[in-house]
């Protein structure tokens, strides 16, 4: 259970990550995706954990059916946002 399900938590994203994500377009990004904010050399994208959590869910299924279909690149970009988005839940788990 998450230490503190209702404050945001921010991951830092890059910029093909970002668009990659815009262009999914899953069920439960459309919040998350609207905070996105240039830093750096990538964008903070914030949310809850609950939101976090499912978007979670929708990129790591994403990301086998990539490399079933062989897309490599897009497979890359959504370990990455899983690894990233599975670090950061399991840090609020504890």
Not at 17 to 32: A, G, I, K, N, T
Not at 55 to 65: D, I, P, Q, R
């Amino acid at each position: 259970m998450p230490s503190s399900s209702g404050a945001s938590i921010t991951i830092i994203v890059s910029a093909a990550e970002l668009v990659l994500l815009e262009e999914l377009d899953f069920p439960c990004s459309q919040d998350v995706l609207a905070t996105a904010c240039a830093i750096g050399e990538g964008f903070a994208l914030d949310g809850s954990w609950a939101d976090l959590d499912s978007l979670a869910g929708w990129v790591a299924g994403e990301a086998n059916h990539a490399r079933r279909k062989r897309q490599s690149r897009q497979a890359e970009l959504l370990d990455g946002i899983a690894d990233q988005l599975e670090n950061v839940l399991a840090a609020r788990r504890r």
